[in-house]
Each structure stands twice: as structure tokens, then as C-alpha cells.
């Protein structure tokens, strides 16, 4: 197994520059959350999907953020324009059945805006 | 207002003491997650928790609905524990929210 692989590792940009991350789950789990970190307010839920279609997207800063999945096997979260504030580690995370199931996660995407 | 609060924030032990890490919250939940991020970053989903104790290994956790409160004890603690460790709990509806987390440091 494989586990959630997340891409970038890193990704250092310039302010005003789209940002996309990206993010395989492991196959078989229907939900698939994306997560960001920072030192400030700790990790934070920002979206989550089941089966591909967006369940709860509360967690999402602003509308310069976006998420998609557009199979089973896929998902990307853009920042379009990015800002220094967005400086984060963000992290996906799939599961078999929803936020009442343990999950597994990928190894993050370190993102930092100049 | 849902929060998690974690204690302590930072703990040092010394190998094979026993440790505990507390975590409450303030409303009811349907679960509980107990993670572990090691220094490199990297997440690790512990235990899920909706009632009594689980164990794995040299981890146990509890939770008590009724005290809204959920501990995680590591026995005969090691080095290679250090880590920090996040509790998240789900309110009812969509809601997960995390504890800011507590820093282990266990010395040899």
C-alpha cells in the first residue's frame, strides 16, 4: 500500500503566484480531507469529500482557495493569488468512512510565499 | 464556542517513566482522535475514540464522555517517542477541531 501521496514537498513562489497542490488518496477510501498547519492556529480542516464530491468546505479561508477531486484517485488544492499569509504545511489525509475513522496521511506540502 | 484544550503544552521525561497527556473538551462529540506528528512532520492517526479505552502496544486511551475528557498514557516511554501529540475531537455535525497539541521530549 502505497499510502496518501501528496506533491509538491515543497514549494517556495512568489506573492500573486498560483499555487496548486496535489493528492493521491490511498485507493479504496472515499474520503479524502485537506489539512493546513501553521504555528499560529495548529492544523485546521479546511475541506472534506466523500466519494469525490465536496461535504464540508467551512474550513476554507477564502475564496482565493479551491479545492477539486475530480476521480477517485485525485484531488488538488489551489491558491489563486497566493499570499505570504498562506505560508503553511499543508497535508491530505484519506479515510475509508469520514471523520469518525482513523486517517491516513500524506507527508505534507511545506508551502512558502515571498 | 467548540475548543479542545491539551495539558500540558510541553513535556520532558525520562526513559520508561510513565506519561500521561489530557486532553478536554467542551461540548458533546462523536469521536475522538488522538495523532502523533514526529519531528520530521509527518502524521500518524493514533486511536479513535468514541466510548472506554483502546490499546496499541505501549499506547492507551481513554476518554470519559461524562467528564469530557479523554487521556493518552504511554508506558515504559522511549526516545523514539518524542513527538507531538494532537488531540481532535469531532462535534456533532461536521465540525473537527483540534488541541494545539503537547510537545514529548523523552530522554535517554
Known amino acids: 500500500d502505497a499510502g496518501v501521496i501528496q506533491s509538491p514537498r515543497h514549494e517556495v513562489t512568489e506573492m500573486g503566484q498560483e499555487v496548486t497542490l496535489r493528492c493521491k488518496p490511498i485507493s479504496g477510501h472515499d474520503y479524502l480531507f485537506w489539512y493546513r498547519q501553521t504555528m499560529m492556529r495548529g492544523l485546521e480542516l479546511l475541506i472534506y469529500?466523500?466519494?469525490?464530491?465536496?461535504?464540508?468546505d467551512s474550513g476554507m479561508p477564502e475564496d482565493r482557495f479551491s479545492a477539486k477531486m475530480p476521480n477517485a484517485s485525485f484531488s488538488t488544492l489551489k491558491i489563486q493569488p497566493s499570499e505570504p499569509r498562506d505560508s503553511a504545511v499543508y497535508f491530505c489525509a484519506s479515510s475509508l468512512a469520514g471523520l469518525d475513522q482513523p486517517q491516513h496521511f500524506g507527508d505534507g506540502t511545506r508551502l512558502s510565499i515571498l | 464556542k467548540n475548543e479542545v484544550e491539551q495539558s500540558p503544552q510541553n513535556l520532558t521525561a525520562q526513559e520508561g517513566e510513565f506519561i500521561t497527556i489530557n486532553c478536554s473538551y467542551s461540548?458533546?462529540?462523536?469521536?475522538l482522535h488522538w495523532l502523533q506528528q514526529h519531528p520530521g512532520g509527518g502524521i500518524v492517526s493514533l486511536f479513535m475514540?468514541?466510548?472506554g479505552k483502546k490499546k496499541h502496544g505501549r499506547l492507551i486511551a481513554t476518554i470519559n464522555i461524562q467528564e469530557k475528557h479523554s487521556s493518552l498514557h504511554i508506558t515504559a516511554s522511549h526516545p523514539r517517542d518524542s513527538a507531538v501529540y494532537i488531540c481532535?475531537?469531532?462535534?456533532?455535525?461536521?465540525?473537527?477541531?483540534f488541541g494545539a497539541g503537547t510537545i514529548l521530549r523523552v530522554k535517554s
Open positions: 475514540l468514541s466510548s
Open positions: 481532535a475531537v469531532r462535534y456533532y455535525g461536521n465540525k473537527l477541531v
Open positions: 461540548v458533546g462529540i462523536s469521536a
Open positions: 469529500f466523500n466519494n469525490n464530491v465536496p461535504i464540508d
